[in-house]
């Protein structure tokens, strides 16, 4: 299993003097709730019903597969908040402001094709390229006051801008919301598939999120990330 990456900093020199450059082609997408599950993220790409869903997404006007991934871990927490009409209970989100490290599944993609997943998830149409500047010169750009509606960029990694979306709020102002056992067991596949963790190490680490305690504890979330443990109803 490769070991995990981190960025670097936004303002490291990259090709230029360390401001946003004139033209992005590709850029990292860090993905760390159910996206960061390869087999979900494509549905994204191509179209159709991802697991778990109740409504068909229309893809990305690029329907090609990830050039590339790898293991990612970007400095701040992931917690769960708000309610999830799909899954029931919390929804993921990243605190990039706290303390930790948030372990995401980072896929290699074409700007216009991170613009459609984001537009994907922000339930609007995707059609066009997203402009960058705002987020590449400043770290973040809120493009509207909802939930996965703010970009982050946490850093540069192979020249190329590491950017994924999450919620305007920090993790402490807003009430903490437990997240349903399919959820879990879905983030926690797609942590297993980038970097390999056992299922103990990732019930551990997901048990100490914002959000899952007291509802579950680790050795609530082992169990349901056991082989022989019967799927959750969605």
Do not use: K
């Not at 996965?148 to 990694?157: F, I, N």
Request: proline share 13%; glycine share 8%; aromatic share 8%.
């Amino acid at each position: 299993m490769t070991a995990p990456r981190v960025p670097d900093p936004l303002d490291a020199p990259s090709d230029g003097d360390g401001t946003a450059p004139a033209v992005v082609r590709h850029v990292w997408y860090a993905a760390y709730g159910s996206n960061a599950h390869p087999e979900r993220l494509a549905h994204y790409l191509t179209g159709g019903r991802p697991p778990g869903g109740l409504r068909d997404v229309p893809g990305c006007r690029d329907p090609r597969p990830p050039r590339r991934s790898t293991p990612l871990l970007l400095r701040g927490r992931l917690y769960f908040a708000t309610e999830s009409a799909l899954w029931t209970g919390g929804r993921a989100f990243y605190d990039p402001d706290a303390d930790g490290e948030l372990p995401c599944h980072a896929y290699l993609l074409t700007l216009s094709q991170f613009s459609d997943v984001a537009a994907q998830e922000m339930y609007r149409d995707p059609t066009a390229d997203l402009d960058l500047t705002p987020v590449l010169t400043h770290g973040r750009d809120r493009l509207g006051p909802g939930r996965y509606e703010t970009l982050v960029c946490a850093g540069r990694l192979d020249g190329h801008p590491v950017l994924t979306f999450t919620a305007p709020w920090r993790s402490t102002d807003v009430p903490p919301n437990p997240p349903s056992a399919a959820y879990l067991r879905h983030i926690a596949a797609g942590i297993g598939a980038a970097h390999g963790w056992s299922p103990h190490r990732t019930a551990a680490y997901l048990a100490a999120c914002p959000g899952v305690h007291p509802r579950w504890s680790a050795q609530d979330i082992a169990a349901l990330l056991a082989p022989d443990h019967p799927a959750p109803a969605e």
